[in-house]
């Protein structure tokens, strides 16, 4: 109902953000590697949203903490090749680690969330010379 509903519709002119920080692949890359061509061409059309919907804001893209091992280089990979397509100075990659959840839960703990904050922190500062 949500994007059918013109009261619930986001409006981008309403805000303009410095910078853009997109971690999507997660979800994507859970059940198995997707098909290279259909997911970066889909990145690439994202990408290009983002830089039309905010004209000043840097994009930073990161493959997020969840995936490992084969999932997490594949999207690393993706993205570099999205990133290239678009071919825009705005775009950017920043890198993530890998934080497991603990034994209950596979997303982050508090303290991971923290961990990646500081990890996180230093790329995004440097990016926009903050």
Known sequence: MGDNDPAMKWDHTQYQPDL?????????????????????????????????????????????????????????????EAISRVNDSRVHQITSAHYPGDSSDAHPTKAQHAAMATDITPQLKALMAW
């Open 20 to 80: 853009i920080v997109s971690a999507v692949g997660t979800n994507d890359f859970a059940p198995g590697i997707p098909e290279r061509e259909t997911y970066v061409t889909a990145y690439v059309k994202l990408i290009n949203k983002l830089l039309t919907n905010h004209p000043q804001a840097q994009i930073a893209l990161t493959e997020g903490v969840i995936l490992k091992g084969n999932k997490k280089r594949a999207l690393i990979d993706y993205i570099r």
